[in-house]
Protein backbone atom coordinates (compact mmCIF):
# COMPACT_ATOMS: atom_id res chain seq x y z
CA UNK A 1 0.00 0.00 0.00
CA UNK A 2 0.86 3.52 -0.60
CA UNK A 3 0.26 6.38 2.07
CA UNK A 4 0.21 9.85 1.08
CA UNK A 5 0.31 12.78 3.44
CA UNK A 6 -0.36 16.17 2.97
CA UNK A 7 0.97 19.20 4.65
CA UNK A 8 1.22 23.10 4.30
CA UNK A 9 -2.61 24.33 3.94
CA UNK A 10 -3.89 27.13 5.60
CA UNK A 11 -5.07 30.75 5.49
CA UNK A 12 -3.39 33.23 4.03
CA UNK A 13 -3.66 36.99 2.72
CA UNK A 14 -4.37 37.65 -1.20
CA UNK A 15 -1.09 37.72 -2.55
CA UNK A 16 0.47 35.53 0.15
CA UNK A 17 2.19 32.26 -0.44
CA UNK A 18 1.80 28.94 0.58
CA UNK A 19 3.92 25.76 -0.32
CA UNK A 20 2.05 22.01 0.35
CA UNK A 21 3.63 18.83 0.74
CA UNK A 22 3.05 15.37 -0.27
CA UNK A 23 5.08 12.63 1.56
CA UNK A 24 4.95 9.05 0.02
CA UNK A 25 5.42 6.14 2.39
CA UNK A 26 4.80 2.41 2.22
CA UNK A 27 5.86 -0.61 0.51
CA UNK A 28 6.43 1.63 -2.59
CA UNK A 29 8.92 0.07 -5.75
CA UNK A 30 8.40 2.95 -7.78
CA UNK A 31 6.57 6.39 -8.18
CA UNK A 32 6.25 7.83 -11.64
CA UNK A 33 4.28 11.15 -11.95
CA UNK A 34 3.18 13.02 -9.16
CA UNK A 35 -0.33 15.38 -9.13
CA UNK A 36 -1.81 17.89 -7.72
CA UNK A 37 -5.16 18.56 -7.83
CA UNK A 38 -7.73 21.14 -6.51
CA UNK A 39 -11.60 21.05 -5.60
CA UNK A 40 -13.53 24.11 -4.49
CA UNK A 41 -17.02 23.91 -3.15
CA UNK A 42 -19.53 22.85 -5.77
CA UNK A 43 -17.17 22.65 -8.16
CA UNK A 44 -15.36 19.61 -10.30
CA UNK A 45 -12.06 17.99 -9.10
CA UNK A 46 -9.70 19.56 -11.67
CA UNK A 47 -5.87 19.39 -12.18
CA UNK A 48 -3.42 21.77 -11.14
CA UNK A 49 0.15 20.30 -12.24
CA UNK A 50 1.77 17.36 -12.48
CA UNK A 51 5.62 16.42 -12.35
CA UNK A 52 6.98 13.34 -14.32
CA UNK A 53 9.85 11.68 -11.88
CA UNK A 54 12.08 12.83 -14.52
CA UNK A 55 11.12 16.60 -13.78
CA UNK A 56 8.88 17.70 -16.45
CA UNK A 57 5.71 19.61 -15.73
CA UNK A 58 2.37 20.04 -16.72
CA UNK A 59 0.89 23.53 -15.12
CA UNK A 60 -2.38 24.57 -15.65
CA UNK A 61 -3.27 27.67 -18.31
CA UNK A 62 -4.63 29.42 -14.87
CA UNK A 63 -2.56 29.32 -12.19
CA UNK A 64 0.84 29.21 -14.83
CA UNK A 65 3.59 31.62 -13.12
CA UNK A 66 1.79 31.29 -9.98
CA UNK A 67 1.63 27.69 -8.69
CA UNK A 68 5.13 25.62 -9.11
CA UNK A 69 5.60 22.16 -8.96
CA UNK A 70 8.55 20.40 -7.69
CA UNK A 71 9.49 17.00 -6.23
CA UNK A 72 12.38 15.59 -4.09
CA UNK A 73 13.16 11.80 -4.96
CA UNK A 74 14.89 10.41 -2.35
CA UNK A 75 12.24 11.80 0.09
CA UNK A 76 9.41 10.65 -2.31
CA UNK A 77 7.64 14.21 -1.55
CA UNK A 78 5.68 16.35 -4.08
CA UNK A 79 5.91 19.92 -3.33
CA UNK A 80 3.36 22.94 -4.67
CA UNK A 81 4.50 26.03 -4.12
CA UNK A 82 1.66 28.81 -4.23
CA UNK A 83 2.34 32.29 -4.92
CA UNK A 84 0.44 35.22 -5.07
CA UNK A 85 -2.68 33.63 -4.36
CA UNK A 86 -5.96 35.15 -5.62
CA UNK A 87 -9.44 34.78 -4.33
CA UNK A 88 -10.16 32.08 -6.94
CA UNK A 89 -7.82 29.42 -5.39
CA UNK A 90 -9.22 28.51 -1.99
CA UNK A 91 -10.11 24.39 -2.32
CA UNK A 92 -8.86 21.40 -0.56
CA UNK A 93 -5.49 20.83 -2.60
CA UNK A 94 -4.78 16.83 -2.95
CA UNK A 95 -1.85 15.08 -3.92
CA UNK A 96 -1.93 11.90 -6.49
CA UNK A 97 0.63 9.41 -7.48
CA UNK A 98 1.08 7.01 -10.10
CA UNK A 99 3.18 4.25 -8.44
CA UNK A 100 3.36 0.49 -8.05
CA UNK A 101 4.35 -1.14 -4.90
CA UNK A 102 6.70 -3.93 -3.99
CA UNK A 103 3.49 -6.51 -3.90
CA UNK A 104 1.22 -5.37 -6.93
CA UNK A 105 2.46 -5.96 -10.48
CA UNK A 106 0.50 -2.79 -11.66
CA UNK A 107 0.95 0.94 -11.52
CA UNK A 108 -1.88 2.53 -9.62
CA UNK A 109 -3.32 6.08 -8.64
CA UNK A 110 -3.29 6.50 -4.96
CA UNK A 111 -4.74 10.07 -3.60
CA UNK A 112 -3.86 11.86 -0.24
CA UNK A 113 -6.66 13.38 2.27
CA UNK A 114 -6.38 17.13 1.03
CA UNK A 115 -5.29 19.58 2.47
CA UNK A 116 -7.60 22.89 2.45
CA UNK A 117 -5.98 26.38 1.48
CA UNK A 118 -8.13 29.31 2.20
CA UNK A 119 -7.53 32.80 1.00
CA UNK A 120 -8.78 36.15 3.24
CA UNK A 121 -8.19 39.14 3.99
Known amino acids: QVQLVESGGGLVQPGGSLRLSCAAS????????MSWYRQAPGKQRELVAS???????TVQDSVKGRLNIFRDNAKKTVYLQMNSLKPEDPAVYYCKVWARTITVGNFHDYWGQGTQVTVSS
Open 26 to 33: GSIFRINA
Open 51 to 57: ITSLGST
